[in-house]
């Protein structure tokens, strides 16, 4: 292999095809959004990426049953995700990619292998809390291209 992807690397990618793809314009002023927005990187953003890291990780782990994700948990989780690469589309701050990676990588790091021996977000049946299910529905949440 010549090289390793990063997930860093694939957000930097992304966001640079997406600005592109914009031209330059937030993503609100490309859809003819009525509001002006700020252009692209010259927004302030009253979060720090850290702390919409800490919100964003702290509410999808509430939504676990000790170390098991499931499939509320799916949807919890990615909620936040277009968030980080938004802000930096916004403002342009590398800083906002790093606390999305640090993120992916939390979220990757609570996949388990499940009875069919892959690796899925695992989560209690509903109904039957001592046993454990994938949820392809939740694990399909999880990867829906941005």
């Not at 690397?9 to 095809?17: E, I």
């Not at 002006?36 to 800490?54: F, V």
Request: charge should be neutral.
């Amino acid at each position: 292999m010549r090289g390793t992807v990063t997930v860093r690397g694939m957000m930097v990618l992304v966001a640079s095809l997406v600005a592109a793809g914009l031209g330059g314009q937030s993503a609100r002023g490309a859809e003819g959004s009525a509001a002006k927005a700020a252009p692209a990187g010259r927004a302030t953003i009253d979060t720090t990426p850290e702390q919409y890291y800490q919100g964003a990780q702290g509410n999808a782990a509430r939504r676990m049953t000790g170390k098991y994700t499931g499939n509320s948990w799916t949807w919890h989780a990615r909620f936040p995700m277009h968030g980080f690469l938004d802000a930096y589309l916004a403002t342009r701050d590398p800083a906002w990619l790093d606390a999305a990676a640090k993120y992916f990588d939390w979220n990757v790091g609570l996949l388990l292998v499940g009875p069919d021996g892959f690796q899925g977000w695992l989560g209690p049946v509903s109904g039957a809390p001592d046993k454990l299910s994938e949820h392809p529905i939740g694990d399909a949440i999880m990867l829906e291209p941005p």
